[in-house]
């Protein structure tokens, strides 16, 4: 994938782990935004914290980015015990989730990420963990098989998810707690903007900082990134000052436009809005006109392009509305979707 691309791309890559684990909030008082999940989340810990045992389960549920990594560490950190870090994919057998479970400390906080990849076996002994704070390990094949049930320390399970729908009801019901992350306001973008700015040591202006902000996809990774490019930009063309000119000169020369799309969303609109009238047009063919595969146009561009109220998804094909006419400097066609005078078929009341 491009280097534009990885850009405004939601997933950490690279060397950006290291980074970002300088720029997480280590605190709940300094997580920004997520006001109602904050103020649960306290209600929760600080319970706990009185009753002196550890606290439900919790499930933290959203977007790349939107920082459920950070609110894991943050409730180890809260509650002054260890984090134990592994992921759904790492835990392929049960044998591998055993291991973990059965060397944990009492009230330890044990992540799992992308708790929707783990193995069914795994998933089905973590049940069991879940409620009973046991585990029955399975020595042997066939009918000489025998369960060995094994102690667990209580724990406290943060299971975190970019897709909460794939995960199996038995497993969301175990759940005392879940947390839907959201895509944060251009407002609280400007918060994370303004205390990452204070942590790499570099000035940023309000009006800079609202520049970035609102090309950040509601995404915090993003916002942190975009900041980082700005900073470059700034040290070599401009000695080291940014300006709200500046901050905008440097997106512009990453082809982040104003409302954060990046080239192949502006590919995909121009191709949907030029080549096709505004659609509606099947995925395949979109994809054609724009020389990606299919797959990349649904699941790279779309989402934000949808989220922004641009593109629409109907049975008969990708529909682009009056605001990605308006957005790509074009007129509308009088019956766009969601344009002055609305499309008869779509929005008459019955
Ligand atoms: N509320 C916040 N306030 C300040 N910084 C934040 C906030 N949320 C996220 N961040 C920053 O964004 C970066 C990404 O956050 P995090 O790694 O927690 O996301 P995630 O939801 O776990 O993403 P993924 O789904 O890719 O694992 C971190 O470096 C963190 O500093
Ligand atoms: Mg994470």
Partial sequence: MSRERDLVSPDAEGDERAIEAALRPKRLSEFIGQTRVREQLSLVLESALRRGRPPDHVLMSGSPGLGKTTLAMIIATELGV?????????????????????????????????????????????YLAMEDFRVDVVVGKGPGATAIPLEVAPFTLVGATTRAGLLPAPLRDRFGFVAHMDFYDPAELEQVLHRSARLLGVKLPDDAAHEIARRS???????????????????????????????????????????GLDRLDRAVLEALLVKFGGGPVGLSTLAVAVGEEPETVEVVAEPFLVRQGLLVRTPRGRVATAAAWAHMGLTPPPDALGAASPSPTLFDEP
Avoid: C, Q, W
């Fill in 217 to 259: 996809r509601g995404t915090p990774r993003i916002a942190n990134r975009l900041l980082r490019r700005v900073r470059d930009f700034a040290e070599v063309r401009a000695g080291g000052t940014i300006t709200k000119e500046i901050a905008s000169a440097a997106l512009n020369l990453y082809e982040v436009d104003a409302e």
């Fill in 82 to 126: 260890p984090l134990r870090l592994t992921s759904g994919p790492a835990l392929e057998r049960a044998g591998d989730l055993a291991a973990i479970l059965s060397t944990l400390t009492e009230g330890e906080v044990l992540l799992i990420d992308e708790i929707h990849r783990m193995s069914r076996p795994a998933e089905e002994m973590l």
